[in-house]
T-cell receptor, first 111, second 114 residues
Framework: RKEVEQDPGPFNVPEGATVAFNCTYS??????FFWYRQDCRKEPKLLMS???SGNEDGRFTAQLNRASQYISLLIRDSKLSDSATYLC????????????FGTGTRLKVLA | DGGITQSPKYLFRKEGQNVTLSCEQN?????MYWYRQDPGQGLRLIYY???????QKGDIAEGYSVSREKKESFPLTVTSAQKNPTAFYLC?????????????FGEGSWLTVV
């Protein structure tokens, strides 16, 4: 089982749609969680950290479910500019603070 | 501007040659990392450094070497021992090695073996 798993997509959605991605992680001791956005042939950039109580940043909402070991990202009112690959990142603990990256979920927002 | 600078952006290497990718940061971060990304795969950790003059192997260190003589600099050498070096290489840093810190990336270097 991969340490961090994401549905690769692509998710093709019309502009204005609401779309949700899930990411599961295997290490129950994982401490910190992030969503990054990566455009084609570019470096990943932080979209948002994920807090235990859930957090929102404009059209983006992140949730953490420790019991089921998954995090989610909700994008409301999708824009063409949201088209990208979204990477789930888990900061692994228990002796190491490595960042473990999912393979990403590709989103295409269609006009 | 503060950030992470990688160079060169594009590099072509002949088989059997060693090449060095530069990574410089002016964020005053203690921890630095090198990742490799292949199409359809997640980022894989090559080497990391928690602090100057220290570095550790990541998950795919074979065929690579690094140094951390200055806090700002963490160059990666891709040696001829790396059998499949064509990939997108990303340098990153975080304020410290302890958990919960955001990791920031340079713009990446594309290495192609010809």
């Amino acid at each position: 089982r991969k340490e961090v798993e994401q549905d690769p997509g692509p998710f093709n959605v019309p502009e204005g749609a609401t779309v949700a991605f899930n990411c599961t992680y295997s290490n129950s001791a994982s401490q910190s969680f992030f969503w990054y956005r990566q455009d084609c042939r570019k470096e990943p950039k932080l979209l948002m950290s994920v807090y235990s109580s859930g957090n929102e940043d404009g059209r983006f909402t992140a949730q953490l479910n420790r019991a089921s070991q998954y995090i989610s990202l909700l994008i409301r009112d999708s824009k063409l500019s949201d088209s990208a690959t979204y990477l789930c990142v888990v900061n692994k603990v228990a002796g190491t603070y490595k960042y473990i990256f999912g393979t990403g979920t590709r989103l295409k927002v269609l006009a | 501007d503060g950030g992470i600078t990688q160079s060169p952006k594009y590099l072509f290497r002949k088989e059997g040659q060693n090449v060095t990718l530069s990574c410089e940061q002016n964020l005053n971060h203690d921890a630095m990392y090198w990742y490799r990304q292949d199409p359809g795969q997640g980022l894989r950790l090559i080497y990391y450094s928690q602090i100057v003059n220290d570095f550790q192997k990541g998950d795919i260190a074979e065929g690579y070497s690094v140094s951390r003589e200055k806090k700002e600099s963490f160059p990666l050498t891709v040696t001829s021992a790396q059998k499949n070096p064509t990939a997108f290489y990303l340098c990153a840093s975080s304020i410290s090695w302890t958990g919960g810190n955001t990791i920031y990336f340079g713009e990446g270097s594309w290495l192609t073996v010809v």
